[in-house]
């Protein structure tokens, strides 16, 4: 039995009285002490794990005037606060012992936009891609880029002063700021803004903060003219942060602090709101993947491309492309990579789409004029289209994350990740780079901006050994002393995070006044403190790259244990599952409740802290169940409050939808489902189940019972009171009713043949061929037995015997409830009955994907279970067997309506074909389908039926299925759905039922 796990890390004193009096104050935002909450901001996508006292969630510029008001008072001296947005950065740079403050959360409005003026007004929290989602109809965008668009923050952005693909031609951040809204420490709001000197020396007499910023920064950019000038390179990726080099333009005669904000991330200021320039989006766009033999070709290639002035080159080596080949992204890409080592994605763009043709056709002339030469392209592909294009830029931005999928301990990981160099030196650099890596023995990964001299290199490191761990600062020195010899800088692109002892080494003389400006803003070292520079420029109080790392407390677990929970020790935060677009599958109950723990990442975090916890606590037998007295106690205290960790664990559990959207959609496939039923099946040693979780589980067994008297069980359930009183007692709501016609009827009157499997295996090769088994699931056949039987006569139309044997329990509900034990001698009983089928050689076919996936997915990830059985989803079987749709329907008219296909979230992201398939054997009928983006419906099989989940199903559906689903009595005919989960829930909150598209098949089969 688990023990109940207490946590030491307990708030200190002064942190909890500070936030109680914050709680008395008009701060209108979420204040979360809960350690949960705390871990969640422990780490980013960094190598740090540090555990803040407490996470605050403004939800206005005015909250956090009250919350700096407040510290400022006497007892709150010692409170120190660090800003945070996505959480993305790669170098711990939102990572701090106090208190986080995350703008992410309620500060994401898109507050004005203004054509005429170009020019947009935001809160720090929105996340790129929305706000250029919301910019695209009016032909504009905000043109800084970055890999993680989909999560990362423009608060962040700005803080990091952020780049990436396309700055050659567009810059960083900073050059893209028109004015900033902040609140200092001392509560003080300012506004910045590029000013004449009148105004400077105005600004400069106020007797208060502002004025002293002015003056200490005037002071610096004017007498340290000569020394600034010499200490910033001069090359695309300039230093930034702090960028004194910029503050005061001579030809315009203006002084602008946003300079200095843009990229001191958090340690000056906390923004509360940007005005940012627009830039129009360019009528044309092309991409070429080129491709080489080998990374250093790619590399060196660089210079000769960058004459044809293109908008960006990225390269992308070898390994990321060879763990690309086992990601869901390679069915998209591999025609357009082939079978090359290294690719260089060069993009133009213009306005002038001649002018695009020209430099086109002159660049792909030279590569097949001089291919497979020594070091030259072996190839090229020319994206067609805006899909081909972006389904290129999305292999580039995955990258990262693929890393984490190198097999074995040691992973890349980031900490000398974004060095640059002025372009010219950047092949030279990087070969001395390659020698350095190579020196100690090391794998690593390189992919990056060649056209701006920034590389991403990511040596493998396992931190967990503390031999590993002791080169992260050996590498470190030698790779600052390789980037001054070539005039570049460590901070190329992310930051400086923990990275900050270099800071002195690169700004030289000039720390000192890093400091005074550092003071002039927080005098006290309150704001991101050890980032940076400290105000008095003492080189003591910065971090450095040896911080806490996430490795120490991961080698708390022993390393048993590590691998068999190895998806939640693999996630390496880089926070692709925080993906804001509610027309993506990724994380539907991140989405809803915008809380982190309701994440993969989340819940990856709270598990191997929990495990960690089972280490210190040196828990043994935590398999063993206690008995019914000791569980009823337990769950006692539990009533009455009493703290145990598991709860914490439990809650962030219990929120996820188990759509598996992680399983595949997260760059390291982290299973949450999986590892929820683990946990789950632990945590019932200790506590009682809820009765619902038995009801639950075994409904698949309960449907079955329940289809022999369906009118009487429908009879009892489908009333006013019954369903009240399922709401009130077993609080499950909209429970389904049992289809009247049943399957075993239906079949009856079509006199289907009986199931016989000693029959069977007397069939002839030829009437093998000609037939099909085809498996119930609980969800249709009892649930929906019409498109069971409408499936049936569809496969006899098509000429097949169709053999359907009786039902059997799939265990996905026990699954997911984490009756472990239970599921997994069920899905031995089955696969011992499958693979006995299989020797039949008929194919065998399954309707509902949930089901049908389970065989595929959570079946072969049991120990020793050896499947030899193959189910099909539906269309995977017509797509192969094509040849009979083709001669049954034969030459037909291309029909004048048009489909519209919702996806089931689980086939979506592990059968990764699955839609098109189906478009494909529309196409081939000439009925036109589309397929429509859609995130999760909601209801996820048993989740949207659960009353305290039953809001957030509701919302989960409303972000994004209501939204497409015509208004249109009409059209909604035309609304296909292939999930039974997708079809209820439209159903009870758009009163319709959706067809499976093997109706519409059926009706053309018949015609
Ligand atoms: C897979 C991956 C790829 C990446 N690729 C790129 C890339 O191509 N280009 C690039 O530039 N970066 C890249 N990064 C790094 C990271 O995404 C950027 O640094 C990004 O700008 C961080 O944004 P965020 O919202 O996640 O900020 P966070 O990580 O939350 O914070 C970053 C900094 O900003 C500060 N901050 C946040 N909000 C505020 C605020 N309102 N006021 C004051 N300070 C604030 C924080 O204190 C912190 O110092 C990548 C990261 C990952 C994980
Ligand atoms: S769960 Fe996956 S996508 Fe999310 S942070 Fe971890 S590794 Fe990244
Ligand atoms: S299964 Fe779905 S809801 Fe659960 S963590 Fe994964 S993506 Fe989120």
């Not at 390189?446 to 002791?470: F, N």
């Not at 106690?633 to 539990?638: A, G, I, R, V």
């Not at 979780?693 to 019954?722: K, R």
């Not at 990764?912 to 081939?924: G, P």
Request: aromatic share 10%; net charge positive; glycine share 6%.
């Amino acid at each position: 039995m688990i023990p109940k796990l207490n946590l030491k890390d307990n708030l200190k004193p002064e942190y909890l009285l500070f936030l109680d009096a914050l709680a008395k104050t008009p701060f209108s935002g979420e204040i979360r002490p809960d350690f949960a909450s705390r871990l969640m901001m422990s780490t980013d996508n960094s190598i740090y794990q540090i555990l803040p006292q407490a996470v605050v969630y403004p939800k206005s510029e005015q909250d956090l005037v009250h919350l700096f008001q407040l510290a400022q008072q006497e007892p709150f001296k010692s409170v120190t606060f660090s800003p945070r947005g996505g959480g993305t950065g790669t170098n711990g740079q939102s990572l701090s012992p106090g208190i986080i403050i995350d703008c992410s959360k309620y500060m994401h409005q898109i507050l004005e936009i203004n054509l005429e003026q170009g020019w947009v007004r935001v809160q720090p929290g929105v996340v790129l891609d929305k706000l250029n989602a919301e910019l695209k109809p009016y032909g504009v965008f905000f043109a800084p880029s970055l890999s993680p668009s989909n999560r990362a923050t423009i608060g962040g952005m700005i803080n990091t002063d952020a780049c990436g693909q396309g700055s050659r031609i567009y810059g960083r951040t900073s050059n893209h700021i028109l004015e900033l809204n902040w609140v200092l420490a001392d509560g003080t709001v300012g506004r910045s803004h590029a000013i004449n000197l009148y105004t400077l020396n105005h600004l400069k007499q106020q007797p208060n903060s502002i004025g002293h910023i002015y003056s200490q920064v005037n002071e610096i950019v004017t007498t340290k003219q000569k020394i600034i000038e010499q200490s910033f390179p001069k090359m695309p990726r300039f230093m930034t942060g702090y960028n004194l080099a910029k503050v005061y333009s001579p030809p315009e005669q203006t002084f602008n602090l946003n300079w200095l904000l843009a990229g001191s991330e958090g340690t000056l200021a906390i923004i509360t709101e940007a005005k940012l320039k627009l830039t129009p989006i360019p009528k044309y766009k092309k991409l070429l993947a080129i491709h080489y033999n080998c990374f250093n070709d790619a590399l060196f290639a660089a210079e000769t491309l960058l004459a044809f002035a293109p908008a960006a080159i990225e390269t992308i080596d070898e390994k990321i492309l060879s763990l690309a080949r086992q990601d869901e992204i390679y069915e998209k890409v591999k025609h357009f990579i082939l079978g090359a080592k290294a690719i260089n994605l060069v993009e133009f763009s213009s306005d002038d789409l001649e002018e695009l043709a020209q430099k086109l056709t002159r660049i792909c002339q030279s590569i097949t004029l001089n291919r497979n030469q020594p070091q030259q392209p072996t190839g090229y592909y020319l994206a067609q289209n805006e899909t081909e294009i972006s389904h290129l830029w999305d292999l580039r931005k995955r990258g990262v994350g693929l890393l984490g999928n190198t097999k074995g301990d040691r992973k890349p990981i980031a900490f000398i990740e974004d060095t640059a160099v002025p372009p010219a030196c950047l092949a030279n650099y990087i070969c001395e780079f390659q020698t350095l890596l190579n020196a100690y023995q090391l794998n690593y990964a390189m992919y990056g901006h060649v056209d701006v001299g920034c590389m991403h290199v990511r040596p493998a490191l396992d931190l967990k050994v503390p031999q590993d761990e002791a080169l992260i600062g050996e590498l470190s020195d030698k790779v600052v002393a390789l980037v001054r010899k070539y005039g570049g800088v460590m901070w190329g692109e992310h930051g400086k995070g923990f990275r900050s002892e270099y800071t002195p080494t690169f700004f030289g003389e000039l720390y000192p006044d890093l400091g005074k400006i550092k003071a002039a803003f927080d005098p006290d070292n309150r704001l991101n403190p050890g980032k940076i520079v400290a105000p008095n420029a003492s080189y003591n109080e910065v971090v450095r790259v040896e911080a806490p790392l996430r490795g120490h407390f991961d080698r708390q677990v022993a390393k048993e244990v590590r691998s068999q929970y190895e998806v939640a020790f693999s996630c390496n935060g880089n926070g692709a599952c925080f993906n804001y677009n509610p027309d993506d599958v990724m994380c539907p109950s991140a989405k809803i409740t915008g809380d982190r723990i309701h994440s993969p990442k989340g819940r990856a975090s709270l598990m191997r802290e929990w495990l960690r916890q089972l280490a210190i606590n040196k828990s043994e037998e935590i398999e063993k169940s206690g008995n019914f007295t000791l569980k009823f106690w337990n769950n006692l205290t539990k009533i009455w409050g009493s703290y145990d960790y598991s709860h914490e664990v439990y809650n962030g559990m219990h929120g996820c939808l188990s759509c598996k959207a992680c399983a595949s959609q997260c760059p390291i496939h982290v299973d949450i489902p999986s590892l929820k039923a683990q946990f789950l099946e632990l945590y019932h040693t200790r506590y009682l189940r809820h009765w619902r979780d038995y009801f639950v589980g075994n409904i698949e067994t309960l449907a079955n019972w329940q289809s022999h008297a369906p009118v009487l069980f429908n009879f009892l359930t489908q009333n006013f009171v019954t369903r009240w009183l399922i709401q009130k007692f077993v609080r499950m709501v909209d429970p389904p009713a049992i289809s009247t016609l049943t399957v075993r009827q239906g079949l009856k009157q079509r006199q289907a043949p009986v199931f016989d499997l000693e029959k069977l295996s007397t069939l002839s090769k030829l009437e093998r061929a000609n037939s099909v088994i085809l498996l119930q699931d609980a969800f249709t056949s009892f649930y929906e037995s019409q498109i069971v039987l409408d499936t049936y006569d569809c496969l006899r139309e098509l000429g097949y015997t169709v053999y359907v044997p009786p039902f059997f329990v799939n265990g996905k509900t026990l699954h997911v409830k984490g009756f472990l034990k239970t599921f997994q001698a069920i899905a031995q009983k089955n696969t011992d009955y499958l693979n006995q089928l299989a020797k039949l050689e008929i194919p065998l076919v399954g309707i509902e994907p949930s089901i049908v996936l389970t065989y595929r997915d959570e079946y072969i990830k049991i120990k020793g279970l050896k499947a030899s059985f193959r189910v099909q989803l539906l269309q995977e079987f017509l797509w192969e067997n094509q040849a009979r749709l083709k001669q049954k329907i034969g030459d037909r008219i291309s029909e004048s309506y048009r489909y519209y296909l919702f996806g089931h979230c689980t086939e979506k992201t592990i059968a990764l074909n699955s839609q098109k398939q189906w478009q494909q054997i529309f196409q081939m009928l000439k009925i036109p389908l589309s397929l429509v983006a859609t995130g999760c419906c909601g209801m996820a099989g048993i989740y949207g039926h659960e009353a305290e989940h039953y809001n957030e199903s509701q919302g989960i559906y409303s972000m994004s299925w209501r939204r497409q689903i015509s208004s249109d009595v009409e059209q909604r005919k035309f609304c296909l759905a292939t999930g039974y989960s997708c079809r209820s829930q439209i159903k009870r909150f758009d009163s319709f039922v959706p067809l499976h598209p093997i109706q519409v098949i059926l009706s053309h089969c018949k015609i």
